[in-house]
């Protein structure tokens, strides 16, 4: 199985804030990179995620409340508890592609420590979703 992921922006749904209202990734992040993403994933009908410093791996069909965390403030502890939660969640994915390849330290941490660097492949070119 095949999977595309990228990572969470701050760029959100500001009118979510505070709301506790529960969202799709979709619906909450609200950069161009993101939904650019996301567009060609559906019109792909590929399998994606985007990869939130705060829930760790968040698949489309689940819902969060607004957040905002900075991944230079998460801490050690939070960071291997990401990095367990990304590999339970990706285990079974034989072919994992991140998106972009230019992100912060703390994604490639997380993959890095998650075990499953063998099988992340880093792109820049959302015309190779298939």
């Keep these: 199985m095949r999977i595309y ?5 701050w760029q959100k749904d500001d009118s979510l804030r505070g709301t506790g209202v529960r969202v799709t990734p979709d619906k909450l992040y609200r950069s161009p990179r993101i939904q ?3 567009a060609r994933c559906r019109e ?6 985007i990869f939130s410093d705060f829930c760790g791996v968040w698949f489309p069909e689940k819902t969060l409340p ?9 801490t050690k502890e939070e960071e291997a508890k990401l990095a367990s ?3 339970d969640s990706l285990k079974d994915y034989g072919e994992i592609h991140y998106y972009p390849d230019t992100l912060h330290p703390l994604s490639k941490r997380i993959v ?3 075990g499953l660097e063998n099988r992340v492949s880093w792109f820049t ?3 190779t979703v298939e």
């Design 112 to 114: 890095t420590q998650s």
């Design 44 to 49: 792909k009908r590929a399998n994606w995620a």
């Design 125 to 127: 070119d959302l015309n």
């Design 5 to 9: 992921i990228t990572y969470c922006s």
């Design 66 to 74: 607004w957040y905002d965390l900075h991944p230079d403030k998460v």
């Design 36 to 38: 650019g993403f996301i």
């Design 85 to 87: 939660a990304f590999y």
